[in-house]
């Protein structure tokens, strides 16, 4: 069976049998080796096998609204991120989301595949009662290099083509970032774009 004719409608009852028969079987070696492994990243799998039934019809931009400004023209640069944002239930309730998602092309058509966790309980337990909401943080302020280099981040763009769309030398790239790391107070690269799409959207 080829991958378009396995989520055809008329498998739809077999697919969704065989990812609850793969939740069980996940749900039950995650509870036996729990005190040893990790096992919480296969539950992607069975997700993503209903996802197509689960999801079909609904536009993702009515759920998580800031989904709809990833999309890319047909001359803009295709990206990988990570992004925190609010997502909407069908039923209107607010919840906090972790967003992987890229872009990517068929055609001349654009288009994103995502992968959604709902975090609003981490968050909450994570976060004491006196603690100051996301919303209204401050940013810190940013020099205009830095903007620069953090919008051809987030684009997708490495250093050697940041190096050669700026016309900069590549360690000034490579100081740039690390001044980026630390005024955002991030580790890696997808930290880095997360908090770009949080903070500094209306500036790139």
Excluded at 71 to 90: I, K, S, V, W
Excluded at 104 to 128: C, F, M, N, Q, W
Excluded at 138 to 165: F, P, S, Y
Aim: aromatic share 8%; with cysteine.
């Amino acid at each position: 069976m080829s991958l378009a004719e396995f989520w055809e409608e008329r498998n739809r009852t077999r697919v969704l049998l065989l990812s609850g028969v793969l939740l069980l079987i996940i749900a039950l070696g995650d509870w036996w080796t729990k005190p040893y492994f990790s096992l919480g990243f296969l539950y992607l799998f069975p997700i993503m096998l209903t996802a197509r039934f689960l999801l079909e019809g609904n536009p993702i931009a009515a759920f998580l609204p800031e989904l709809r400004h990833a999309l890319r023209g047909q001359d803009g640069p295709q990206f990988r991120a990570t992004m925190q944002c609010r997502g909407h239930r069908d039923n209107g309730e607010s919840f906090l989301a972790d967003v992987w998602f890229s872009t990517y092309r068929e055609g001349t058509t654009p288009k994103l595949a995502a992968i959604i966790a709902d975090v609003t309980e981490d968050r909450e337990a994570a976060t004491s009662p006196d603690s100051v909401p996301a919303s209204v943080e401050v940013r810190v302020a940013l020099t205009a290099r830095e903007l620069e280099v953090l919008r051809l981040v987030v684009q997708g763009l490495t250093n050697k083509e940041i190096t050669a769309r700026m016309d900069i030398s590549e360690s000034a790239v490579k100081n740039t970032l690390q001044h980026l790391f630390a005024k955002t107070e991030v580790r890696t690269r997808g930290q880095l774009v997360r908090v770009a799409l949080e903070q500094y959207r209306d500036l790139l």
